[in-house]
């Protein structure tokens, strides 16, 4: 997914586009072995659903006519969170539900139709070519997926988006350039998902929702999507190798154990359409590729190749579309410091996802990591601002803004809100899955 938005920021400033990928591509909107990941719930933050929007007009209308439904992400989606459900109402915060496959798929091809844009399918990066006496990258040296023949590429500009797998930080140390700072939060998720018929009505009339305890007590959380196909998209979670089972009694007895039976209620009710398939993540991890204190022109690190975070936040995509957009503006200014004004405006991007993935993570005293200064006062006031975005629409919006990338969080203690979440008493009785939205 990075690849694809790079290769469209990429495509209004360069003559020719060239995209090294080594799976063979699906034509239709099929999981790859490329991206293990890609049959569970993806989530598409606002911040990631206005940049693509952008990017692709038209697109989110194709999506929505293949039955993804599009709305409102407070409004329309769901979120039970610290025992409570937030605020449903109408945030003005537009987004789209949409399997993986069926979003990249719809992206490839429109970056498919750039006449500047070229795919080359089965082939494999071995690793930039750089001259010696420049320190420049020139190129990016290939080969046939499985083969051994090598052939160069001249480029004037290699753009790795290759993932948390990337091998640039061997490769710039390899070029004398220093081996990136690497930070990581090891939280062992597991995911385990199955796909169901969607029928109207269903989970409350809504998108989808998500589903967690209350952290430390609690490691399990759910995830559940309305995709294109009348279909839903239920992924369960164990954090802290707390993995869900694979097999349907333990499945469904995992889905049984949220803090809510809404899940369990829905995948006990519908139909099933595929078996359970499961996918792990080790830890998050950040490198810092701006503290190098020498890095080749003609080079770039993009995506999760630079950062992947625990994927239960659903950050990554969105991150991926909003670094394309931050490259786009850099390139303006021409390749001469390419790599300074990249990293200076993809740090803060990086910033916001992983304070936010790492703080969450960081609850639970079992995952190592820094906790920074009032990581416990923090904390008691963030679980305030949960309490009281079940019923204040300011609070809740502000929060929203914060996880869709769109504020920082910061301004969560802002005077105007930090009045509204110190200056209520807790509220009282239970939350509702409704909201301001009754049902007719």
Same mark, same amino acid.
């Given at each position: 997914?990075?690849?694809?938005?790079?290769?469209?920021?990429?495509?209004?400033?360069?003559?020719?586009?060239?995209?090294?990928?080594?799976?063979?591509?699906?034509?239709?909107?099929?999981?790859?072995?490329?991206?293990?990941?890609?049959?569970?719930?993806?989530?598409?933050?606002?911040?990631?659903?206005?940049?693509?929007?952008?990017?692709?007009?038209?697109?989110?209308?194709?999506?929505?006519?293949?039955?993804?439904?599009?709305?409102?992400?407070?409004?329309?989606?769901?979120?039970?969170?610290?025992?409570?459900?937030?605020?449903?109402?109408?945030?003005?915060?537009?987004?789209? %539900?949409?399997?993986?496959?069926? @979003?990249? =798929?719809?992206?490839? #091809?429109? $970056?498919? *139709? &750039?006449?500047?844009?070229?795919?080359?399918?089965?082939?494999?990066?071995?690793?930039?070519?750089?001259?010696?006496?420049?320190?420049?990258?020139?190129?990016?040296?290939?080969?046939?997926?499985?083969?051994?023949?090598?052939?160069?590429?001249?480029?004037?500009?290699?753009?790795?988006?290759?993932?948390?797998?990337?091998?640039?930080?061997?490769?710039?140390?390899?070029?004398?350039?220093?081996?990136?700072?690497?930070?990581?939060?090891?939280?062992?998720?597991?995911?385990?998902?199955?796909?169901?018929?969607?029928?109207?009505?269903?989970?409350?009339?809504?998108?989808?929702?998500?589903?967690?305890?209350?952290?430390?007590?609690? %490691?399990?959380?759910?995830?559940? @999507?309305? =995709?294109?196909?009348? #279909?839903? $998209?239920? *992924? &369960?979670?164990?954090?802290?190798?707390?993995?869900?089972?694979?097999?349907?009694?333990?499945?469904?007895?995992?889905?049984?154990?949220?803090?809510?039976?809404?899940?369990?209620?829905?995948?006990?009710?519908?139909?099933?359409?595929?078996?359970?398939?499961?996918?792990?993540?080790?830890?998050?991890?950040?490198?810092?590729?701006?503290?190098?204190?020498?890095?080749?022109?003609?080079?770039?690190?993009?995506?999760?190749?630079?950062?992947?975070?625990?994927?239960?936040?659903?950050?990554?995509?969105?991150?991926?579309?909003?670094?394309?957009?931050?490259?786009?503006?850099?390139?303006?200014?021409?390749?001469?410091?390419?790599?300074?004004?990249?990293?200076?405006?993809?740090?803060?991007?990086?910033?916001?996802?992983?304070?936010?993935?790492?703080?969450?993570?960081?609850?639970?005293?079992?995952?190592?990591?820094?906790?920074?200064?009032?990581?416990?006062?923090?904390?008691?006031?963030?679980?305030?601002?949960?309490?009281?975005?079940?019923?204040?629409?300011?609070?809740?919006?502000?929060?929203?803004?914060?996880?869709?990338?769109?504020?920082?969080?910061?301004?969560?203690?802002?005077?105007?809100?930090?009045?509204?979440?110190?200056?209520?008493?807790?509220?009282?009785?239970?939350?509702?899955?409704?909201?301001?939205?009754?049902?007719?």
């Amino acid at each position: 997914m990075s690849g694809l938005l790079a290769a469209r920021a990429l495509s209004s400033y360069f003559a020719r586009v060239t995209l090294v990928e080594r799976d063979a591509l699906p034509e239709r909107d099929e999981s790859r072995k490329g991206v293990p990941q890609s049959n569970h719930a993806h989530g598409l933050l606002a911040s990631g659903y206005q940049a693509m929007d952008e990017y692709f007009p038209g697109m989110m209308d194709e999506l929505e006519a293949l039955g993804a439904p599009r709305g409102d992400v407070v409004g329309d989606f769901l979120w039970f969170q610290y025992g409570r459900w937030k605020l449903r109402h109408d945030s003005g915060l537009r987004g789209i %539900t949409v399997s993986r496959p069926c @979003l990249e =798929a719809a992206i490839r #091809r429109r $970056v498919k *139709t &750039l006449p500047n844009v070229t795919f080359l399918e089965g082939t494999e990066g071995v690793k930039p070519a750089f001259d010696t006496g420049t320190g420049r990258v020139t190129g990016l040296v290939v080969r046939s997926k499985g083969g051994t023949v090598q052939e160069t590429l001249g480029a004037d500009l290699v753009v790795d988006a290759s993932g948390r797998g990337s091998l640039s930080p061997r490769w710039l140390e390899e070029a004398g350039c220093g081996h990136p700072d690497e930070i990581t939060v090891k939280v062992n998720v597991g995911y385990a998902t199955r796909t169901f018929a969607r029928k109207p009505g269903e989970f409350f009339g809504s998108m989808g929702g998500i589903i967690s305890g209350t952290p430390p007590a609690s %490691t399990r959380y759910g995830a559940v @999507l309305a =995709a294109e196909h009348a #279909r839903w $998209v239920v *992924t &369960l979670v164990g954090i802290l190798s707390d993995y869900p089972p694979t097999d349907e009694p333990g499945w469904v007895a995992f889905a049984a154990s949220l803090p809510i039976a809404a899940v369990h209620q829905l995948v006990t009710s519908a139909q099933p359409l595929t078996d359970i398939v499961s996918y792990r993540f080790p830890a998050n991890q950040r490198r810092l590729y701006e503290r190098l204190p020498r890095f080749p022109s003609g080079y770039l690190v993009i995506g999760d190749a630079v950062c992947s975070f625990n994927p239960i936040y659903g950050q990554g995509m969105s991150v991926a579309a909003t670094e394309a957009k931050a490259l786009e503006a850099c390139l303006a200014g021409g390749l001469d410091g390419l790599s300074r004004r990249f990293y200076a405006r993809a740090r803060p991007i990086v910033d916001i996802p992983w304070a936010i993935a790492t703080g969450e993570d960081l609850r639970f005293p079992q995952v190592e990591g820094k906790r920074p200064p009032g990581f416990g006062l923090i904390n008691r006031y963030l679980e305030r601002v949960h309490a009281v975005a079940s019923s204040d629409p300011l609070v809740c919006r502000k929060f929203f803004d914060v996880l869709n990338l769109l504020a920082p969080p910061p301004s969560l203690m802002s005077p105007r809100v930090a009045w509204r979440v110190l200056g209520r008493g807790t509220p009282k009785g239970e939350s509702s899955p409704w909201g301001t939205k009754r049902p007719a």
